[in-house]
């Protein structure tokens, strides 16, 4: 009941003219419900520390931010003051002021939806904005979903994914630019039916990979994701990964000795779709490296390299016998497919629609069989 007295109180309030600053009371509406009669205040702060320093008296009133570290910036938005409440201030959602131990700030929104505007993430090239995109991560539950707004971020550490069930999702143009060294510039690591969408990635030579997917995990899903500068691999799937649709992936990578694509660890199940790997010029690279995986699907997707040192798709086998297996391939641009089995014999690969149209190399190995984009067969006996 308290929740809809407020919302009525901030339809009524948004027609009257704007509140004043530092806690200042600027329009009170009055409001009716049953046979109560209810008079809400309203209050604007310019900062979330004007907002701590002000101690509310009553819980039926409105509370305008007006911004995080000014007026103006992205983490706008309305509260109301529970006085019972004890939770820890997570400095977006819920907000202790500064003179009362008890009582907190609690920011109106829409269920389980997180933003790190709300928690300081300023899109401006210039802070780090690690820590407010992780706090707005954790206080998700199953189901919920992190909205980035448009811009770079710059980020230290890497933004972990632990929780299943929630989606990161870039509105508009969404970079994040690693700053310092780390395992990758996003981590999801043990967690199941989540998703990654419409973000760039820029490892800046310090990400060892630009996506990094280990542990225990289930449909994991990834879309319109761009990848570069990462120091190792742009898109590392090495855990028991089993279940997803990666599409629209785009990693180029001009280091030497890097990979684009790997897949290892006993992922299975997983199909790409119109996913790019390009190593450039870069000498001694691997557009995508398989080794222990099984049950992998392309659907038009391009692993290429200009350089003579570096390798299209490369199957190594030796973790366990007779793998990688069953990876298909239809459609795709591949310049070439090699096999390295010093460690270890691998399972059968087939490629459907091989290209051909730039002298790309057919497959000769014994285990890789299919046809090119003329309809020529080769590999079967």
Not at 31 to 40: A, E, F, H, K
Not at 107 to 125: C, E, K, M, Q, T
Not at 281 to 299: I, M, P, R
């Amino acid at each position: 009941m308290k929740k809809l007295l407020i919302l009525t109180a901030l339809l009524l309030c948004l027609t009257l003219v704007g509140c004043g600053p530092n806690g200042e009371q600027s329009n009170s509406a009055e409001s009716n419900t049953g046979n109560d009669n209810t008079v809400n205040s309203t209050y604007s702060f310019k900062t979330i520390e004007e907002m701590r320093s002000f101690v509310p008296s009553g819980e039926d009133d409105i509370f305008n931010l007006l911004g995080y570290y000014n007026a103006g910036d992205i983490a706008i938005g309305q509260f109301y003051w529970d006085a019972d409440c004890e939770d820890a201030d997570n400095g977006g959602t819920v907000i202790k002021a500064t003179d009362s131990e008890k009582g907190r700030y609690i920011r109106l929104r829409v269920s389980n939806v997180s933003n790190p505007a709300w928690f300081g993430a300023i899109a401006d090239d210039k802070n780090d904005d690690s820590d407010a995109i992780q706090k707005a991560l954790a206080e998700l539950q199953n189901g919920g979903t992190l909205a980035i707004e448009p811009g770079n971020y710059l980020i230290s550490k890497p933004i972990e994914l632990k929780t299943s069930g929630i989606r990161i999702t870039g509105i508009g143009s969404v970079t994040l630019t690693v700053t310092d060294k780390s395992d990758g510039a996003i981590v999801i690591d043990g967690a199941s039916n989540v998703g990654v969408y419409d973000i760039n990635i820029i490892g800046n030579g310090k990400a060892d990979s630009g996506i990094l997917v280990k542990g225990e995990c289930k449909n994991i899903s990834m879309k319109t994701i761009s990848i570069a500068q990462f120091a190792k691999v742009g898109l590392n799937i090495s855990g028991n990964v089993s279940g997803g649709i990666y599409e629209e992936i785009n990693v180029v990578s001009a280091k030497p000795s890097s990979v684009g694509l790997s897949v290892s660890g006993g992922a299975n199940d997983i199909v790409f779709t119109a996913c790019t790997f390009d190593m450039l010029n870069a000498s001694k690279c691997v557009a995508g490296e398989f080794k222990y995986t099984h049950d992998l699907t392309f659907q038009n997707c391009t692993f290429t390299t200009k350089s003579i040192e570096s390798s299209g798709t490369v199957f190594v086998g030796g973790e366990k016998d007779g793998y990688p297996k069953a990876v298909g391939f239809y459609g795709c641009d591949v310049i070439n497919a090699v096999v390295n089995e010093d460690d270890g014999t691998i399972g059968k690969i087939h490629f459907f629609g091989f290209m051909t149209h730039s002298g790309q190399s057919v497959p000769k190995h014994e285990k890789i069989y299919g046809s090119t984009d003329d309809g020529t067969f080769f590999g079967i006996s």
